[in-house]
């Protein structure tokens, strides 16, 4: 999106760089995606709390928590669900820069948004985690009860079952939460993690 020539972004005098020196860890966004009951706040939850033990800066962005805030203002209709990833990869981005390691545990559903993300996010650490998980384990799980509405009328825009969910076609990560417990998950993200260089655990 092109600037109106009457903002002129402002030049820092720490840098992200300087952050990460302090942090002895990089910073950078790991997008958790896939439907819902698939397990992607409890894994980026378990992720955060097993970093925060080893002195890593980080937080996650949940959707549920920033459609109660932030994104009170958004429907769940194709654009309201493109205008919420839209906002949360804005926001996440500054939390980058300042040097936090981003957790974001969002369904987005269309593979446009999520290619947008991983354009936004072009000169920083950026990373697409699918939390795979069948339809129907999620419906068995369903937590929210959604689904169970979804299936008796009640609400009509429930991604998996009205609403279309695009499955990521080249994720930097695949966790399948129907196929292994949940510490096996979280190591296998912090692995990653570890991998890619994003963290050192002391």
Not at 9 to 14: A, E, G, T, V
Not at 24 to 51: D, I, P
Not at 128 to 142: A, H
Request: charged share 25%; hydrophobic share 40%; glycine share 6%.
């Amino acid at each position: 999106m092109k600037l109106d020539p009457d903002i002129v972004p402002f030049d820092p005098i720490i840098t992200q760089q300087d952050r990460h020196v302090m942090n002895a860890h990089k910073s950078g966004l790991v997008w958790f995606s896939g439907l819902s009951g698939s397990g992607k706040s409890t894994l980026a939850h378990q992720v955060k709390a097993k970093l925060y033990q080893k002195g890593v800066r980080s937080y996650v962005l949940d959707g549920d928590n920033v459609r109660s805030g932030l994104n009170a203002d958004l429907s769940l209709s194709p654009e309201g669900r493109k205008e919420n990833v839209r906002r949360i990869a804005e926001v996440a981005k500054l939390m980058v820069d300042a040097g936090i390691l981003v957790f974001a545990a969002f369904i987005a559903p269309y593979e446009e948004s999520r290619r947008f993300v991983r354009e936004l996010m072009t000169d920083w650490s950026y990373f697409e985690c699918y939390v795979k998980c069948s339809l129907e384990v999620c419906e068995k799980r369903d937590p929210k009860g959604l689904y169970r509405l979804a299936r008796q009328g009640e609400i009509n825009n429930m991604t998996g079952i009205q609403a279309p969910f695009e499955e990521p076609q080249h994720p930097d990560l695949v966790v399948e939460t129907n196929r292994c417990e949940l510490n096996d998950c979280v190591e296998q993200v912090i692995d990653f993690l570890n991998r890619q260089r994003l963290i050192i655990l002391r």
